[in-house]
């Protein structure tokens, strides 16, 4: 992994120098971002600091077992009246990622942006973007072995789950060597791998399970058979008692299929907007096509929130796949 050094440096520089912080990682945080935002808390308070970690909705409830999972306040439901001078993001592509939580940002505030999205646009003060690891934790977890900081089983589980989630259960291609090092290095420090793969990748909700049986009752594809797309609204989501966690991979079942390129699910999120999550077997880069539509990711894994009706972003997201095809 290239790495500019002096970034970790001005990262190490802007924890040590200053004693209170907030914490945020994007809305609707996934594994990445919750554990990214406890590895920070864990490591603040290794160096002895105040922190506030927040989040602009809850997080999944099946993170509920990470260290101090319960500290991060649900803005939705428990407002902070405080503003913070020094901010760090993590897993936020984009500042507006951060959702409300940037309302509790000053208005000179200094942000620590640390991710690991190549869309990212450095919108922090300070920017520790490394834009081929797997996953924001794994970035984290070299930044406390440059600082000389020794994990233990609550820092590796955190960065374990990330990384585990982050690449699909080590199956996608940004599963590099030096992320199998560092997994089995975890490993060593207590993390019990199996069963955190039982737990997040394994198992559903039946909930979930209902789901996905409505969204694959209605998949469509292209006539070529290389775009593939489920679409799920409120009223589905209702009838079988969703919660917003439970679209957690659906959009991979549309992908799976022989022969798709990219796989499309469509969540309408009200009359005027729907957000969009894409995936590619490789050919296609979505990252650009979220871009197009005022999103961003990774190559094979983005997304983005397009203002309109599903009946008019569907087939304008379908032409820019096309495109890219």
Not at 45 to 73: F, H, T
Not at 100 to 121: G, M, V
Not at 149 to 163: H, K, R, V, W
Request: charged content about 20%; proline content about 3%.
């Amino acid at each position: 992994m290239q790495t500019n050094e002096r970034e970790f440096r001005q990262a190490q520089q802007f924890l040590t120098e200053h004693d209170h912080f907030l914490v945020v990682s994007h809305v609707q945080p996934d594994g990445d971002a919750v554990s990214s935002t406890l590895a920070v808390g864990w490591l603040l308070s290794c160096l002895g600091k105040n922190y506030v970690m927040v989040n602009e909705g809850p997080i999944p409830q099946r993170m509920e077992y990470l260290w101090k999972a319960e500290d991060i306040v649900d803005l939705s439901q428990t407002p902070v009246a405080e503003t913070y001078k020094h901010v760090i993001c993590v897993d936020c592509a984009d500042f507006k990622r951060t959702g409300k939580s940037s309302l509790l940002f000053s208005e000179d505030a200094e942000i620590l942006n640390i991710d690991h999205h190549p869309t990212n646009d450095g919108y922090g003060t300070f920017n520790l973007i490394v834009a081929d690891a797997a996953a924001t934790v794994e970035i984290l977890y070299d930044l406390i072995t440059f600082m000389n900081i020794e994990p233990d089983q609550n820092m590796a589980t955190a960065i374990y789950t990330g990384l585990l989630t982050d690449t699909g259960g080590f199956r996608y291609s940004s599963t590099s060597p030096k992320v199998m090092a560092t997994a089995s290095k975890l490993l060593e420090y207590g993390v019990d791998g199996p069963g955190l793969s039982e737990l997040l990748l394994e198992q559903m909700t039946l909930p979930q399970l209902r789901l996905l049986t409505r969204a694959l009752n209605g998949l469509q594809m292209t006539e070529d058979g290389k775009i593939s797309w489920v679409s799920v609204d409120d009223e589905d989501m209702q009838a079988v008692g969703a919660i917003h966690e439970d679209l957690e991979g659906i959009v991979n079942y549309p992908r799976n299929i022989q022969g798709v390129e990219v796989g499309l699910l469509f969540k309408v999120i009200n009359e005027n907007a729907v957000k969009v999550s894409m995936r590619s077997a490789g050919k296609v880069d979505v990252a650009s096509v979220a871009q197009h539509f005022g999103g961003g990711g990774h190559v094979r894994a983005a997304g983005a929130r397009i203002e309109g009706m599903l009946e008019s972003i569907v087939p304008q997201v379908i032409e820019q796949v096309k495109r890219q095809l």
